[in-house]
């Protein structure tokens, strides 16, 4: 699909002529027009079903991107959406997306998962909840918990804009305990070094959190493994967040 925005697009979303400008990674390096952005998308399956849930989700305390529906009500014309652009970049806050990440679970309770999609994200997922060898499978434990819709990438598209609530641009379904939204943006935070190793600890009144995060963990360890990504500092990071989740869920034993 090129990557030059069609004129037929802007049509259908009722979007006229203007420059448009490239977003980051939270907008998935879509473009504005205005205050539209138009993405392009991959999975129509997924695409569909994130614009449907975020155009009537109200989580307390965080805003979310709405979508725009074509003139004929359609999410999705000819491989491209539209959402409504919201102020704010993608920022360290990660002990307030954790928050945020609970707050939109609570809002996704009673949320139909969509089906299924077979490619790296759900193999990953599904191996993660497998048992595991090494020091990690040691410390796993059954976690007796409902699964429910919640986000499987909370920390990349969480915005902040000084103090209003945090804005999330998307939703990437996954169907596991409340906490995994939480522990994904925790896992997420010390990867890339955004957090301190003391987010363990203040948020280790949740429900199984350290399970959750260890299951997090897995996932992120088999997207990197099974996207054949060798880039050294991205395993030097995983073998680093390893040592520390062991460390002090071996202690809390």
């Known amino acids: 699909m090129s990557n030059q925005l069609p004129d037929h697009v802007r049509d259908a979303f009722q ?7 490239q977003l980051g990674q939270a907008w998935d390096f879509g473009f504005r027009v205005g ?3 138009f993405a392009k998308v991959t999975a ?20 979310v991107v709405r979508p ?6 359609r999410f999705v014309v000819a491989g491209w959406r539209a ?16 928050v945020a990440g609970l707050r939109l679970a609570d809002a996704l ?10 490619n790296v994200f759900n193999r990953a997922d599904v191996q993660a ?22 986000h499987a990438d909370m920390l990349a598209t969480t915005l902040y804009a000084g103090t209003q609530p945090p804005a999330v641009t998307d939703l990437v379904p996954v169907l596991r305990p409340h906490g995994f939204t939480a522990a994904l943006v925790i896992v997420d935070g010390l990867l890339l070094g955004a957090v301190d190793e003391g987010i363990l600890r203040r948020f280790s009144h949740l429900p199984e959190i350290e399970q959750l995060v260890l299951r997090a963990f ?15 500092n991205v395993i030097s990071n995983l073998n680093r967040v390893e040592s520390t989740l062991v460390s002090y869920v071996s202690d809390k034993i």
């Open 15 to 21: 979007v006229g002529a203007g420059p448009a400008e």
């Open 35 to 37: 205050n539209t952005v």
């Open 44 to 63: 129509p399956e997924m695409s569909g079903w994130s614009s449907k849930t975020r155009e009537t989700l109200k989580p307390e305390g965080v805003r």
């Open 68 to 73: 725009i529906r074509s003139t004929d009500g």
């Open 83 to 98: 959402s409504v652009f919201s102020t704010g970049t993608i920022s360290k806050r990660v002990d307030e997306t954790v």
């Open 109 to 118: 309770v009673d949320t139909h998962a969509p089906e299924p999609v077979d």
């Open 129 to 150: 909840w497998e048992e595991q060898p090494g020091r990690i499978g040691e410390l796993l434990e059954p976690i007796n918990r409902v699964n429910q819709v919640g």
């Open 218 to 232: 897995l996932f992120r360890r088999n997207l990197q493994e099974f996207s054949e990504n060798n880039d050294p």
